[in-house]
């Protein structure tokens, strides 16, 4: 097996996974290593030569930019997270850090030719496209119905369980990737409504905050009631 794939924190759960390991070597060769900085940006919407790449370590943001040069943040996107528009001839989204972020690389007509050899790869790459339409799907109804309590309780529901090592149980602890602002942003909110809603949840028992954004959490059994979601 290719050396930084044996050593890849992802290795087990990207879509890279379904390969063997002379299939995932053989993809490697084709992969570079970059390293972005908070608010750098991966590609930019209107890129034609935008790459694909899979999420190593950090967070990103999928946003747009309307007319009045508002941010409007769509996804976000966490370790083992896929990202490229593999069929469109060029990036719809700005693609942007939120923390400093490691991601594996390739040029799309590298995938593409992955794709064509590896069939396991292809249907990885769907069922990634599935869940992740799934999520959008849902964090639109959450939105659009949900109080502002159930809004940010299932938000944090959702850190907690991209920053678990397991899809058994959620993390105890972790560090926030979006800031007040950008959390009111993808929620709706205003930021004083996500500051008091985040104190109400504290109180409740269901977190503690840590510092600047650290979040642990007290009652994951709680939050989870207080998010709607079935399960983590």
């Given at each position: 097996m ?5 050593t890849?924190?992802v ?9 063997t390991?002379?299939e995932?070597?053989?993809l ?6 970059r390293?972005?900085d908070?608010?750098e ?10 790459a694909?790449?899979t999420?190593v370590?950090?967070a ?8 009045d040069?508002t941010?409007?943040i769509l ?9 490229g528009?593999?069929f469109?001839?060029f ?14 690389t ?7 030719r992955a ?6 790869l292809?249907?990885a790459?769907?069922r990634r496209?599935q ?14 119905n949900?109080?502002?309590e159930?809004r940010?309780?299932a ?8 920053a678990?090592a ?5 993390a ?11 959390i009111?942003?993808?929620l ?7 500051s008091?809603?985040?104190g109400e ?24 009631t207080?998010s ?5």
């Amino acid at each position: 097996m290719n050396a930084a794939c044996e050593t890849c924190p992802v290795r087990d759960s990207a879509a890279c996974s379904v390969l063997t390991e002379e299939e995932r070597s053989a993809l490697a060769a084709a992969g570079r290593t970059r390293v972005l900085d908070r608010g750098e940006m991966l590609f930019a919407a209107g890129d034609s030569h935008a790459a694909c790449a899979t999420l190593v370590s950090g967070a990103l943001k999928v946003c747009a930019i309307d007319r009045d040069g508002t941010e409007q943040i769509l996804a976000l996107v966490h370790p083992s997270g896929f990202i490229g528009e593999l069929f469109a001839p060029f990036a719809h989204h700005d693609v942007v850090a939120l923390t400093q972020s490691t991601l594996c690389t390739f040029a799309r007509a590298d995938i593409d030719r992955a794709i064509d050899a590896y069939p396991a790869l292809a249907r990885a790459l769907l069922r990634r496209a599935q869940e992740d339409l799934l999520s959008t799907r849902n964090m639109l109804e959450l939105t659009a119905n949900a109080s502002a309590e159930t809004r940010l309780a299932a938000l944090l529901h959702d850190f907690a369980a991209a920053a678990s090592a397991s899809s058994c149980h959620l993390a105890s602890e972790f560090e926030l990737p979006l800031n007040r602002g950008e959390i009111a942003n993808m929620l709706g909110l205003t930021i004083e409504t996500v500051s008091r809603k985040m104190g109400e949840l504290e109180n409740l028992g269901a977190i503690a905050r840590k510092g600047k954004r650290g979040i642990e959490l007290v009652d994951p059994a709680l939050l989870l009631t207080l998010s709607g979601r079935s399960s983590v």
